[in-house]
């Protein structure tokens, strides 16, 4: 058998991924436990009996752009979309990044930033949060002065620690960073401020964001950004022909008619994380403040990977982040269903106990 080698720079990475595995409670993915309004399936389906589907999707996704612009006040000609917002950052930097140039990260931070940069075949330069795990501008002025990044990442709320990045963060490193920063504001909608109000034409500053979340549509695959409108050209030197199908257009523009619901969905989710982290001051485990869907914590007095395994056995699935740096024993919730929240509280007790 002839087997092909991949190239030399892919040769000891190793894919992204989540366990998936069959169990009565999963809260490992950060999914929303919320499906979309049913008025939003039936709208759906009564728009998708109508495509006319031996036609190509409307290649710059006209309408769905128009309305995430109308949601954030901004005009289409800021707007990209993607096949989530994955696919958004891997164009980002397939656009800016590449062989010979180098993007900044603060670990720990969302590991897809740097994967997904590698892949490009750029460097990557990856700098020290503080022991708190919030960010260190001394730190980012050393790394950008040092590193020279093209590309410089923020994610707020951070993915795993849940911090939100204070708006006085992001304009100091806004004036120290030589290149673009990218702010991924994947769960921005938990936030109590957005980035997206720095965006400007004269500011080299992106907003990424994502439907998986708040949207609930996790299953359709669709993210966007919010940047400068020279930046938002450029991007489309890299994409794809009509990479957005029709489907996925038409699911976006109207899970946009449905802000209220959106709302609310977070407005519960918000509570219920207030209720998981309430639980754990009762527990054995250190947890960090979250802004987002999900809260992190480590057992004081048992390895994070055998509290992950004891509730395995008990059917309850969160995600094990004690490989990711400086996260040794960490395991990070997602917020689920109140019944859901509860049988994990009850099965942590108990495995603590």
């Known amino acids: 058998m002839v087997r092909i080698p991949v190239r030399d720079d892919l040769k000891a990475l190793?894919?992204?991924?989540?366990?998936?595995?069959?169990?009565?409670?999963?809260?490992?993915?950060?999914?929303?436990?919320?499906?979309?309004p049913p008025a939003w399936r039936d709208a759906l389906a009564a728009e998708l009996s109508r495509v006319e589907w031996h036609r190509y999707p409307d290649r710059a996704a006209t309408e769905l752009r128009d309305?995430?612009?109308?949601l954030h006040g901004v005009s289409r000609d800021h707007v990209f979309a993607g096949n989530g917002s994955n696919e958004v950052l891997q164009t980002l930097l397939l656009t800016f990044a590449g062989p010979g140039r180098t993007?900044?990260?603060f670990e720990p931070t969302y590991q897809l930033h740097g994967h997904i940069a590698r892949l490009t075949g750029a460097a990557v330069a990856e700098g020290e949060r503080r022991a708190d795990f919030t960010l260190d501008l001394g730190e980012v002025e050393r790394l950008c002065a040092s590193a020279d990044p093209i590309i410089?990442?923020?994610?707020?709320?951070?993915?795993?620690?849940?911090?939100?990045?204070?708006?006085?963060?992001?304009?100091?490193?806004?004036?120290?960073?030589?290149?673009?920063?990218?702010?991924d504001e994947a769960y921005g909608q938990f936030s109590e401020w957005s980035a997206i109000g720095l965006v400007d034409e004269d500011v080299p500053l992106v907003v990424t964001r994502t439907f998986s979340k708040t949207w609930?549509?996790?299953?359709?695959?669709?993210?966007?950004?919010?940047?400068?409108?020279w930046l938002v050209t450029e991007l489309d030197?890299?994409?794809?022909?009509?990479?957005?199908?029709?489907?996925?257009?038409?699911?976006?523009?109207?899970?946009?008619?449905?802000?209220?619901?959106?709302?609310?969905?977070?407005?519960?989710i918000v509570a219920e994380r207030?209720?998981?982290?309430?639980?754990?001051?009762?527990?054995?485990?250190?947890?960090?403040?979250?802004?987002?869907?999900?809260?992190?914590?480590?057992?004081?007095?048992?390895?994070?990977?055998?509290?992950?395994n004891d509730l395995l056995a008990r059917s309850v699935l969160v995600r094990d982040c004690s490989g990711w740096p400086r996260l040794s024993n960490c395991l990070r919730v997602t917020v689920g269903t109140p019944e859901e929240n509860a049988l994990f509280l009850h099965?942590?007790?108990?495995v603590l106990r």
């Not at 309305?67 to 109308?70: D, E, K, L």
């Not at 957005?244 to 609310?264: C, I």
């Not at 485990?285 to 048992?302: D, I, K, T, Y």
């Not at 099965?347 to 108990?350: H, I, M, Q, R, S």
């Open 152 to 183: 410089t990442f923020l994610c707020s709320p951070n993915n795993p620690t849940g911090m939100v990045e204070p708006e006085t963060n992001v304009r100091a490193v806004l004036d120290v960073a030589p290149g673009l920063v990218v702010v």
């Open 103 to 105: 993007v900044a990260t």
């Open 67 to 70: 309305s995430i612009a109308a």
């Open 347 to 350: 099965a942590l007790e108990e």
């Open 237 to 268: 030197k890299v994409t794809l022909p009509y990479h957005l199908d029709t489907a996925k257009q038409v699911a976006g523009r109207l899970a946009l008619r449905f802000v209220d619901d959106m709302e609310a969905r977070v407005a519960g």
């Open 216 to 229: 609930s549509m996790a299953g359709a695959r669709l993210g966007y950004l919010i940047g400068p409108r």
């Open 14 to 36: 190793e894919g992204y991924h989540s366990p998936q595995v069959e169990v009565r409670v999963r809260l490992n993915t950060n999914e929303s436990p919320a499906p979309p």
């Open 274 to 308: 207030e209720r998981i982290q309430a639980a754990l001051e009762q527990l054995d485990v250190e947890q960090w403040p979250s802004g987002a869907n999900f809260v992190l914590f480590r057992p004081r007095h048992r390895q994070g990977v055998e509290v992950w």
